[in-house]
């Protein structure tokens, strides 16, 4: 346990350095409204919604953004700009959400959560076809998330409600980690007293259990998990789930490092991402 701590201090403070400066300098778009701080549960979340010549306001679609950080770091604020990008180009309301971090609670804590703000969205905004995407561990928790959409039976067996006010229409992962080991950081947090099922920790099996919907994939030629987004395009594709790819090659422009979409949108390779998610969504 000692290890994992230090592990996670570690990770944390990595994590701050490469992110306040980026925060600090951010600029946001202006054709974007944005309802901040939503209180749903214990937690707040934002919706953005596009004011453009893109935008769809009757649409029942929305964007649902899960940020990264290992399960143990960040907020909703590292995702906002990137989130609004993808809100002007989709032309669809993104919903960005903040979740209880780890080891504060555990997996199942994280996903009743995430579930009681589709609940909210649904009830609230009227959403009933969410459209799942986030980055690193939040491209793990959309990834599951838009699996259990999909299968009432996984949700009761890990513990979740049963009945859901929505549907999955797409999942667009940005450099997701879909494998983790139990006494390995992070796994070694998903898990307090409750024993999870096995597909929790391997999503690959999940996916094969559950089906999929649509998928849009995101990774880069500097990102530590690329051969595990490139083994879930191939998963896809053996499958027959159609799941489009993108495998960036930095250059001397834009260097396609770990969630490079997320920490640059507006460069041409990751703007290129946030197109093909809202294809993905879209059509």
């Known amino acids: 346990m000692d290890l994992f701590a230090r592990q996670r201090e570690t990770f944390i403070k990595n994590c701050i350095e490469f992110d306040t400066p980026r925060l600090q300098s951010e600029e946001y778009p202006s054709e974007v409204k944005v309802d901040s701080d939503i209180k749903y549960g214990k937690h707040v979340l934002d919706v953005y919604w596009p004011q453009n010549d893109k935008a769809k306001p009757d649409s029942k679609d929305a964007f649902f953004l899960i940020h990264g950080g290992a399960f143990v770091y960040g907020s909703k604020e590292l995702d906002k700009r990137f989130g609004m990008y993808l809100a002007l180009e989709s032309g669809l309301p993104v919903v960005n959400v903040n ?106 099996d999940l996916v094969k259990r559950t089906g999929s919907p649509n998928a849009a994939i995101v990774t880069g030629d500097k990102d530590f998990l690329r051969k595990e987004n490139q083994k879930l395009k191939n998963l896809y594709d053996e499958m027959g789930i159609k799941a489009e790819f993108i495998d960036a090659v930095s250059n001397d422009d834009e260097q396609a490092f770990h969630v490079f979409p997320i920490a640059q949108p507006t460069k041409p390779q990751a703007f290129e991402a946030v197109r093909m998610f809202a294809r993905n969504a879209i059509g």
């Not at 199942?108 to 690193?136: C, M, P, W």
């Not at 009761?156 to 549907?167: F, H, R």
């Open 99 to 204: 979740y209880t971090l780890m080891p504060e609670g555990d997996l199942k804590t994280i996903l009743d959560e995430l579930f009681q703000a589709v609940d909210y969205v649904a009830d609230n905004y009227g959403f009933n076809r969410l459209h799942y995407t986030g980055d690193s561990a939040g491209g793990y928790l959309a990834f599951i998330m838009s699996c259990l959409t999909m299968d009432k039976s996984a949700r009761e067996e890990a513990g979740l409600p049963g009945d859901i006010k929505v549907t999955v229409g797409s999942v667009n992962p940005v450099c997701g980690c879909y494998k983790n080991r139990k006494f390995g950081f992070p796994g070694w947090y998903f898990e307090k007293d409750n024993k999870l099922p096995k597909f929790c920790y391997n999503l690959f």
